[in-house]
């Protein structure tokens, strides 16, 4: 072989063997890495260079992306999952079957109300038609009358005559009959009082446990027709 033909066999060698160095490097820079700056890194990192120290050695150390693992904590109990003690013993010894406080007032049967004529009245009591008035007189003149307020809303008086009492209150009764007798008696005293009262018809509907019509007194409260229908149902 002469020389001029191995000089050409050595370069096509020495070409062959500059690709491959060339083609290991371009695929290495291709690979993605992350660099992580010790102290001490170069500016061009945007970091200002610590000063060095003899016998130290810069290093850049190369980390992969890893995946972190899945999260292994166990997690705790939530709220509802979490009960007492006491709320354990109020399940297990409470009853299912709870009623609202004072139905009990009402476990008797329902009745009607019959007329009131021995409660007092008060002052305050406003006298209508169906109240019986009784009027009691001593002195100088003796007597004892009872009349029945009608529905015009009056009573009569002997020798009085008619006496308009309706929405009057019973002090107001009392005074007014007492003016009336004192313009034809005098030297006399006086007592007025209430006999049998009116009574009202009311009618209870909705949610009662004998829902419909009941009579009941002038003085009844819408508790005293509660328990005429006997109480919620």
Known sequence: MSVT???????????VIIAVLLFSSGSTSAQQVQVTPIPGASPAFGLPALPQQPGVVQQTIIQEKKPEPPSTAVQGPTAAEKTSEFERFIGQTGSLDISQFGYDLFSRPPSTFAPVEEVPVGPDYVVGPGDEIRVSVWGSIEGQWTSVVDRSGAVTLPKVGIIGVTGLTFEQLRETIRRELSKYYTGFQMNVSMGPLR????????NAHKPGSYTISSLSTLVSALFASGGPA
């Open 199 to 206: 009574t009202m018809r009311i009618y209870v509907v909705g």
């Open 5 to 15: 033909a191995m000089k050409a066999q050595w370069g096509v060698h020495v070409l």
